[in-house]
């Protein structure tokens, strides 16, 4: 079985920084890519960024030059570093992965529990 599970929120001043991590557990074989999303009150859910298998990196507009995808596959885990955060980042972010566990080796999505960033004036 595997699961994803998100830590590093909370709250911060606007201007701030936070490191959000994403670790994931169980008899995992590979992960291919890992994105993370973000859902604020009453929007869609939105993909902020991702990191492929070969370490390319995807970002969103609003997001690019201030945030920072990466990823440790020793240690099953990928990080989000937000630097100068604004309250139009606050939202609850998620990690989601393309994961192969050892049990039949298939690609499958998961998603973490979510994480809460508020970021205040």
């Known amino acids: 079985q595997v699961q994803l599970v998100e830590s590093g929120g909370g709250l911060v001043q606007a201007g701030g920084s936070l490191r959000l991590s994403c670790a994931a557990s169980g008899t995992i074989f590979s992960i291919n890519t890992i994105n993370w999303y973000r859902q604020a009150p009453g929007q869609q859910r939105e993909l902020v960024a991702a990191?492929?298998?070969?370490?390319?990196?995807d970002y969103e507009d609003s997001v690019k030059g201030r945030f920072t995808i990466s990823r440790d596959n020793a240690k099953n885990t990928a990080y989000l570093q937000m630097n100068s955060l604004k309250p139009e980042d606050t939202a609850v972010y998620y990690c989601?992965?393309?994961?192969?566990?050892?049990?039949?080796?298939?690609?499958?999505?998961?998603w973490g529990q979510g994480t809460q960033v508020t970021v205040s004036l």
């Open positions: 990191i492929h298998n070969d370490g390319s990196t």
């Open positions: 989601n992965a393309d994961v192969s566990p050892y049990s039949d080796y298939r690609y499958r999505w998961y």
